[in-house]
């Protein structure tokens, strides 16, 4: 049995508990997720140096996972678009049962291994991707199955797994264990489990754009203004870099049309447009490079 689906006997009598004491218990689990994460950090950073590499070289994020791993995953996956700007078919979370199991169970579909193989087949999954296959019990043949081939083809693979005796920590390049232990609910992985598999993607996907140059200073750069309140955080964001009015910052960011990076080296270096296109161009992108340059 896998220290997940373990029964703790701390546990054996929690419906009699009282709810205080059910919330303290639960919120304890939380800690400790988080403790394991902190335990791994060596691994998460590794994986987000070695991550980067590849997704400068125009990489892809392939995430594989079932049941709450899978969501979880998609969850990360979902966010990177309107966070930093990242493509859309960059940041791809393959779902053991297909899309229609991110919303309804379909717990057997984790048994497949021929279904993760087709998807990255799919895909046409290469030695400039990212696959973070993430299962808690470490023996998903789906996500198993999906390492294998992925590493076959030359991508890095990172194996994201909360049982010491998980198979996938075997199969995979980079494997980063969280051994959270058994939960309150024994089996029940969307508790603690889920709670350190999203804060180490958290760390993998967040520092993976900070090393692209998706951030500058602590903020969002790239994100996509795309409802008022983003609008006037980013007239925030451009005043703050440039050291400008809102009334320039909101002026400039409509030449630019609405790219932060682009209105805030207008703005900083008292370029027009198009020279300041250049010098971000020339940057890759990068706006500490393109500020320095």
Known sequence: MTSTETASRRYATIEDWSSTEIVEGIVEGQFSAIAAVQSARAAIAEVIDRAAQRLEAGGRLIYLGAGTSGRIATQDASELPPTFSWPYE???????????????????????????VDALERLGVNDLDVVLGIAASGRTPFAIAGLVHAREKGALTVGIYNNPEGRIGAVCELPILLDTGPEFLAGSTR???????????NCISTGVMMKLGFVYRGLMVEMRAT??????RAVRMVAQIA??????????????????????????????????????????GNLRRAMEG
């Open 191 to 201: 508790m603690k489990a889920g709670t350190a598999q999203k804060a180490a993607l």
């Open 227 to 232: 409802n008022a309140k983003l609008r006037e």
């Open 243 to 284: 050291q400008t009015d809102a009334d320039a910052a909101r002026a400039t960011l409509e030449t630019a049309d609405g790219s932060i990076k682009l209105a805030s080296l207008m703005l900083a270096r008292s370029l027009d447009r198009n020279a300041a296109q250049a010098r971000l161009d020339a940057a890759k």
């Open 90 to 116: 960059r940041a791809v979370s393959l779902m053991a049962g297909g899309d229609s199991a991110f919303t309804q169970a379909a717990e057997g579909a984790e048994d497949s291994e021929q279904q993760a």
